[in-house]
Nanobody, 120 residues
């Protein structure tokens, strides 16, 4: 089994910053891509940022220049540094990791979600 634990969400004023973390534990035999998604009320879940095992990153246009994704492979953890937050960033944020688990197969695992609320 693999567990993902997210932390770092909360309430912040527009222009503020938050740092999200997502730590994986359990029977892990490798982690490939890591990503953050978000889902705002009444909207579909969307990709915010992703990072490959080699460190290549990809961002949604709406967050480019404001958000930074990073990973610590020794800790099986992915981070999302969010700066210059806007009210439209308000959503539940989910991490997704591509993990090689005890079955030795690659599977996608999702975090439980952490709420980010940006007030104007």
């Amino acid at each position: 089994q693999v567990q993902l634990v997210e932390s770092g969400g909360g309430l912040v004023q527009a222009g503020g910053s938050l740092r999200l973390s997502c730590a994986a534990s359990g029977s892990i035999f490798g982690i490939n891509d890591m990503a953050w998604y978000r889902q705002a009320p009444g909207k579909q879940r969307e990709l915010v940022a992703s990072i490959t095992s080699g460190g290549s990153t990809n961002y949604a246009d709406s967050v480019k220049g404001r958000f930074t994704i990073s990973r610590d492979n020794a800790k099986n953890t992915v981070y999302l540094q969010m700066n210059s937050l806007k009210p439209e960033d308000t959503a539940v944020y989910y991490c997704k990791l591509e993990v090689r688990d005890f079955t030795l197969r690659w599977r996608d695992y999702w975090g439980q979600g952490t709420r980010v609320t940006v007030s104007s």
